[in-house]
Structure formats: C-alpha cells, structure tokens
C-alpha cells in the first residue's frame, strides 16, 4: 500500500526566512513524487515533480525539493519566504509508470508568513 | 491553451437531493479524473476515466454516485441523494501523458 504523509498541518515563519514542508510516503515501487500549492477558493497547481533522474528537483516561485530513498523523503523547501507564499501545499505520490497513474495525496500543509 | 474549466463554483442543496457537477478538461487531454476533497484533508480520487472508459473507480460510493464521460471530452459527476458528509470541494482534472495533472478550479457543494 502506498501513503502519504506530510509532518504538520501548519507551519508559521516569518517574511524571508527558511521554508520547509515535510513529506515522507511509502511504496514498494519506484515513486513519482509531486509538490502542488492551492491558494484559497482555487484548483491545484503543480509546483514540481521528481519522476526519474536527478534527486533535486527545481519548481516554479523558487521552490525546490530533493528525492531521498534512503529516507523515502521528499521535503519542499525554499530559502526565503515571501507573503505571497502563504498556501496549503500538498505532497502526492503517484504508483508505478504507467499512464494511467493514481494521486495519492497528503492531508497538507498550511504555510502562513508572518510579517 | 484554455485550463480545465468546472461548474458551478458554489453549490449548496439540502440532503437528500440531488446534484450534478460538469467539467471540461484541456483540449486533447486523454485521461480524466474526479477527486473529492473534504476540508482540512488532500483530494481523494473518487473516478478515472481514459478517453470514455473508466479505469478506476474503486472510491466511488456507487450507490450515490455516479460519472460519466460521454464521447471521451466533458464530464459530469452526480450525486443522488446527498448526505451531509458529501460537503466538500469536486476537484476536476485533466492529464496527457498519465502522470502530470492539470487542475481546474472545483465546485465547492454545502449539503445542509
């Protein structure tokens, strides 16, 4: 079975500091792994995604993330927050390759920026 | 390039009655999903279909629900009757190549 699971619900920092999402999944096939942002009252957007290749991968807004097997992780990070950024992210894992792949979402993260 | 387009935005209805939600994916999208995601939790997929088959629709309370995708372009998703725990967002959304979806906007339904 596969899951998601994304470490705090809400994570608070302030306008340029450091931001860091969690998430960890499980699959006993190789992942596709994927970062989406929604903005209030709005669909998903796809920030990044990790299929095969290089481990750090870059997205859109300057946001990036790196795909650790070792540690089945795939935290988002971005080095200095700004208001805009205030979201709920949501990390999602799809199953094996073909083209009929399924999302598995996490429950989310709320970012809030303070100023 | 047009995005996935959904209607309406905002529904509310009482339990027990029915409901319809329409979506339009991206021009020659061939795969198709419906998610439902109830507050505070990620999207749960609730139907896939490929050009006008279904592929998976393990999560779909069938008894209630139900989707099609005529002629392999728009959906729609019923519900019949509604409950109080269908409230929640109906995410659409619309893929080429299998793995990177594209999101349209949802329908956001209240049952009260």
Known sequence: ?115 | EAGVAQSPRYKIIEKRQSVAFWCNPISGHATLYWYQQILGQGPKLLIQFQNNGVVDDSQLPKDRFSAERLKGVDSTLKIQPAKLEDSAVYLCASSAQGYEQYFGPGTRLTVT
């Open chain 1, 1 to 115: 079975a596969q899951s998601v699971t994304q470490l705090g619900s809400h994570v608070s920092v302030s306008e340029g500091a450091l931001v860091l999402l969690r998430c960890n999944y499980s699959s006993s096939v190789p992942p596709y792994l994927f970062w989406y942002v929604q903005y209030p009252n709005q669909g998903l957007q796809l920030l990044l995604k990790y299929t095969t290749g290089a481990t750090l991968v870059k997205g859109i807004n300057g946001f990036e993330a790196e795909f650790k097997k070792s540690e089945t992780s795939f935290h988002l990070t971005k080095p200095s927050a700004h208001m805009s950024d205030a979201a709920e992210y949501f990390c999602a894992v799809i199953l094996g390759v073909s083209n009929t792949g399924k999302l598995i979402f996490g429950q989310g993260t709320t970012l809030q920026v303070k100023p």
